[in-house]
Nanobody
Framework: QVQLVESGGGLVQAGDSLRLSCAAS????????MAWFRQAPGKGREFVAG????????IYADSVKGRFTISRDNAKNTLYLQMSTLKPEDTSVYYC??????????????????WGQGTQVTVSS
């Protein structure tokens, strides 16, 4: 079992920055890949960014590439998402997640087993 708790969401203006955190517990944090997803009202949950167990490999959705940075601190059991140059279309609930097989980094939602409760990010124009 893995428990995930996101924090750091809020209301910001377009162009601002925000950093999300995800605290993990229940399993050895450094043993598995992790990812951030987001879900806007009326839309499906979409992949945002992922990182492998060591932090040496990352993947980004095209919509956030160059603006968002995913990272992890294995000593603190914490995953981060640094978001810059935020746009109104980034408004969503953001979730961190752990895949069923933590040894690789999938981008499909169905590959992920453990989810946090989500944190709301609202970007005003």
């Amino acid at each position: 079992q893995v428990q995930l708790v996101e924090s750091g969401g809020g209301l910001v203006q377009a162009g601002d920055s925000l950093r999300l955190s995800c605290a993990a517990s229940g399993r050895t944090f450094s043993n598995f890949a992790m990812a951030w997803f987001r879900q806007a009202p009326g839309k499906g949950r979409e992949f945002v960014a992922g990182i492998n167990w060591s932090g040496g490999s990352t993947i980004y959705a095209d919509s956030v590439k160059g603006r968002f940075t995913i990272s992890r601190d294995n000593a603190k059991n914490t995953l981060y998402l640094q978001m810059s140059t935020l746009k109104p279309e980034d408004t969503s609930v953001y979730y961190c997640a752990v895949p069923r097989d933590g040894s690789y980094l999938p981008t499909l939602r169905l590959e992920y087993t453990y989810w946090g409760q989500g944190t709301q990010v609202t970007v005003s124009s």
